[in-house]
C-alpha cells in the first residue's frame, strides 16, 4: 500500500514519501501531510524485548512506503550507531513520579539528533529514487539545536550543501560554539542581526522565491530543508514514542492498555505533533501537554483559540523555544479543520498579513486532546534545582519547563496517570543556566568554566560533544542582517562554483 502526501495548502498537489523528503516544504508554502495517519501493523506490547532500530523500522516503513525494506533498514542503521553514547538511543529516567524521556544521547546532545541523524540518508536515498542529479542545497534555520544536528548531520554528504542560519544573540555559547567550528567542505554557518523567527521566515521566503529557484536550477542546484517542517524530520520522531510506550511496559510500568500523558518543552510544534501521531497510529496515550516558556503565544492559542504572535519575543533561558511562529501547528491546525486546505491557507495567510487568526469553537473542540501551559524564568529555574536536590537528576532548562508545566497539569487535573516528559537537551548544552539555578553563586562565572562543576554536580560525565569543542578552531564568522540572507547564499554558492 502506497501512501501519498499532499500539501496543508493544496490537496491537489499528491507527492511521494521521498518526493516530500526532498522538497521540504510544497511550493505553495504549505506542508506535507500524510494523506492518512496510518495504524502500527502489530500491537504495542508485541514489540516488547525490541531495539530501537527495530520499531523504528516498524514505525517508519508505514510512512516511507516508496523506500524499499532493504533502503529503509539501511538508513535506521547508519542513522542509529555508536554516534549515540547509549545503545537504548533514547532512556527512560525515572525521576521524582515522572518518566523523562532522554533524547540527547546523540552527536549534538539535543532532541534533534533523534531525526536529522537520519534525515541525510533519507534525503540521499531520496535524491537517487527520483533521479535528482542536482546538488541538494540544504537551507536551515535554528534556534540553536537544529543548526549543529543538521551541520553534523550532513557534513561531507555527497551530492548537498548546508547553510545553517542562527540568530546572532539568541543561542547559547555552547550552541554557538558548537555551531561556529563545524568541519566540513560543504557546511556554511551565517549569524544573522535578528531573532530566530526572522531566520525562519527568510529561508521560508527563499522556498517560496520561483525566481531564485530558476536561478539556481540553472546552476546545478535544487533547495531543502532540515527545518521541522520537512516529513523526513517529523517521522523520525513518531518513533521515539512508540519506542517509550513498548519500553514502560516491557520494565512493568505500565499496565497493557494504559494510556499515557506526554508533555512536551515545545517551539516549532515538531516534537508534541510528533506524539500525537503515535496516538494516532494505536499507542495507548491520553494527553498532549504542550509547555511553553514565557514566549507563550502556543498556550493562549490552546486556552482563547487565538494564535497571535503581535506580542514581544523573550530572549529566555530555553532559546531553542523562544519562537512565535510556531511551523508545525499548520499540520495539527489542518486536521482540526477538517483537513479542508483551503481553510487552512486562508488562516496561515492571515497569520502572515495580520500576525493572528482565530478558529472557531467547534476546531478548539477538536484540539481537546492537548492541554497547555507554560513556565516563567523563575518556574523553570525552581524546577531544576528543586528536582535536583529532591533526586540528584539534573535536567536542563526547556525539559525543565515541560516538568514545570506537567506537574502543574497533574496537580489541577487530579490525573495519577503516568506522564511521559521529553527531556530534548543535555544539562551540559546550557551548563550555565542549569548551574546557576542549581546555586545561585554561579551566576557570574563563564559558561566554559561550568561544564566542570557541572561533571562534578550531577554525577554524569561529560559528553564528547562538549569535549570536542573547548578547544576546537573557530571555523566560521559570517555575518548577515535579515534583508542580506538571499544574497549570502547567492555569494556561497557562487564561492562553491569557483
Ligand atoms: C527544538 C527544541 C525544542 C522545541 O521542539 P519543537 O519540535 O520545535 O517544538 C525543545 N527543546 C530543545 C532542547 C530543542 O532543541
Redesign the pocket.
Known amino acids: 500500500m502506497s501512501l501519498y502526501y499532499k500539501s496543508t495548502r493544496n490537496s491537489k498537489l499528491r507527492v511521494t514519501a521521498s518526493e516530500a523528503i526532498l522538497k521540504g516544504l510544497a511550493s505553495d508554502g504549505g506542508l506535507f501531510v500524510p494523506e492518512e495517519l496510518p495504524k502500527l501493523d502489530r500491537a504495542v506490547e508485541d514489540m516488547k524485548g525490541m531495539n530501537y532500530q527495530e520499531i523504528a523500522y516498524i514505525v517508519m516503513k508505514q510512512f516511507f512506503t516508496d523506500f524499499t525494506e532493504e533502503e529503509l533498514k539501511s538508513c535506521i542503521h547508519h542513522a542509529y550507531d555508536s554516534k549515540f553514547d547509549t545503545e537504548e538511543i533514547a532512556p527512560l529516567v525515572k525521576a521524582d513520579g515522572m518518566y523523562y524521556l532522554e533524547l540527547f544521547h546523540g552527536a549534538t546532545i539535543?532532541?534533534?539528533d533523534m531525526a536529522l541523524s537520519i534525515l541525510p540518508y533519507l534525503m540521499t536515498t531520496a535524491a537517487k529514487k527520483n533521479h535528482v542529479d542536482q546538488k541538494i542545497v540544504i537551507l536551515t534555520a535554528t534556534?540553536?539545536?537544529?543548526g549543529k544536528a543538521a551541520l553534523a548531520g550532513f557534513a561531507d554528504v555527497e551530492g548537498t550543501q548546508m547553510i545553517v542560519f542562527y540568530p546572532k544573540n539568541g543561542v547559547s555559547k555552547v550552541q554557538e560554539r558548537q555551531m561556529v567550528t563545524q568541519k566540513g567542505g560543504n557546511v556554511n554557518v551565517v549569524a544573522i542581526h535578528g531573532n530566530f523567527d526572522d531566520a525562519q521566515n527568510g529561508v521560508k521566503a527563499m522556498f517560496e522565491n520561483k525566481e531564485l529557484e530558476k536561478e539556481l536550477a540553472e546552476h546545478g542546484y535544487r533547495f531543502s530543508s532540515a527545518n521541522?517542517i520537512n516529513i523526513g524530520r517529523l517521522i523520525p520522531q513518531v518513533v521515539y514514542y512508540v519506542y517509550a510506550y513498548v519500553k514502560l511496559l516491557e520494565y512493568g510500568e505500565a499496565a497493557q492498555g494504559e494510556k499515557i500523558n506526554v508533555a512536551?518543552?515545545?517551539?516549532?510544534?515538531?516534537?508534541?505533533l510528533a506524539a500525537y501521531y503515535a496516538k494516532q497510529m494505536g499507542v495507548p496515550m491520553d494527553r498532549f501537554i504542550c509547555a511553553s516558556n514565557e514566549n507563550k503565544v502556543l498556550y493562549d492559542f490552546f486556552e482563547t483559540g487565538s494564535y497571535d504572535r503581535n506580542r514581544e519575543f523573550m530572549l529566555t533561558t530555553?532559546p531553542?523555544?523562544d519562537?512565535l511562529i510556531?511551523s508545525?501547528l499548520e499540520r495539527l491546525l489542518y486536521l482540526a479543520l477538517g483537513e479542508d486546505s483551503e481553510k487552512t491557507k486562508e488562516l496561515m495567510t492571515e497569520l502572515k498579513s495580520k500576525g493572528k487568526y482565530t478558529v472557531t469553537e467547534e476546531v478548539k473542540e477538536r484540539l481537546a486532546d492537548f492541554a497547555a501551559g507554560y513556565a516563567t524564568e523563575e518556574e523553570t529555574e525552581e524546577t531544576i534545582r528543586a528536582l535536583y536536590d529532591r533526586t540528584g537528576y539534573v535536567i536542563?532548562t526547556?525539559?525543565a519547563v515541560a516538568s514545570y508545566v506537567c506537574s502543574q497539569y497533574k496537580k489541577s487535573e487530579k490525573d495519577n496517570g503516568k506522564y511521559l516528559v521529553a527531556a530534548?537537551?543535555s544539562p551540559y548544552?546550557f551548563a550555565k543556566s542549569v548551574m546557576a539555578a542549581i546555586d545561585g553563586n554561579y551566576e557570574t562565572a563563564d559558561e566554559f568554566e561550568l561544564l566542570e562543576k557541572l561533571q562534578e554536580v550531577s554525577g554524569v560525565e561529560m559528553p564528547q560533544a562538549i569535549k570536542e569543542i573547548l578547544d576546537a578552531d573557530i571555523l566560521h564568522d559570517t555575518e548577515c542582517g535579515v534583508d542580506q540572507m538571499e544574497r549570502t547564499v547567492r555569494t556561497i554558492l557562487r564561492s562553491k562554483e569557483e
Open positions: 539535543a532532541f534533534k534556534s540553536g539545536d537544529t521541522s512536551v518543552p515545545t517551539g516549532n510544534f515538531g516534537n508534541i530555553s531553542s523555544m519562537i510556531s508545525n536542563d526547556h525539559t530534548t537537551a548544552k
